[in-house]
């Protein structure tokens, strides 16, 4: 089957997805709502386990563009983005043949911990197992590129949503993501708050650099 020239991968629990229907692009909806299917996978590691899982599943036939978002986007948007506004910025983005971009309205500044985050507020405390600590972007950072790990990050795609490129994945082996996965998939219920150190990673992970990768990986 030939790959399309843009896949949208939503990450699905419970969400109503029905807005997908208006983009007028193929779509793969993975389903960690409990409910068998094609694209059913275990309920575990945040988004971020489910774009590994697609990369690793289709590594070999990605889409020439592949758009990552939860399933409910549009509040991390700019206002006013409706599907139809999505849809055309994706394809404006393929016109101008960019690499990698965020969709959130906004961009984060983060140290190696995840700080500033809110992810230590009282108020918050159990909302999700991992509340209350910091967030290890330096630590998974180390475990996934070679080289010294940044003292700072500029996160252009918070939220999990990005749009990338073929080729800016396949910059990265295949062993690479499957060692990503291991990583997400350690800390399935993000207790250490591993998947959201990969929401902070993603625009390093598509960044091209293949001077980051690691030789075990090759």
Request: aromatic share 12%; net charge neutral; glycine share 8%.
């Amino acid at each position: 089957m030939k790959a399309p020239e843009v896949e949208v991968v939503v990450a699905r629990y419970r969400e109503d997805v029905s807005w997908t229907t208006r983009l007028g692009l193929p779509v793969a909806i993975y389903d960690k709502s409990g409910q068998p299917g094609e694209l059913a996978l275990p309920n575990l590691g945040r988004e971020s386990h489910t774009y590994l899982t697609h990369i690793v599943r289709r590594y070999d036939a990605l889409a020439g563009y592949t758009v990552f978002v939860q399933a409910a986007p549009f509040e991390h948007m700019p206002p006013g983005t409706t599907p139809e506004r999505l849809a055309e910025r994706i394809r404006q983005n393929v016109r101008l043949g960019l690499g990698f971009t965020g969709f959130a309205f906004f961009k984060l500044k983060c140290d190696r911990l995840g700080r500033p985050h809110a992810m230590a507020d009282a108020t918050l405390h159990g909302h999700r197992p991992g509340f209350g600590q910091d967030i290890p972007v330096g630590a998974v950072y180390e475990q996934l590129f070679f080289g010294p790990v940044p003292e700072r990050f500029l996160v252009t795609a918070p939220a999990g949503m990005f749009f990338v490129a073929r080729e800016r994945i396949l910059a990265r082996p295949l062993a690479f993501y499957r060692r990503a996965l291991e990583i997400v998939t350690a800390d399935p219920d993000d207790a250490g708050n591993t998947g959201h150190a990969f929401e902070r990673l993603w625009q390093v992970v598509f960044n091209g650099d293949t001077r980051l990768n690691r030789e075990q990986d090759q």
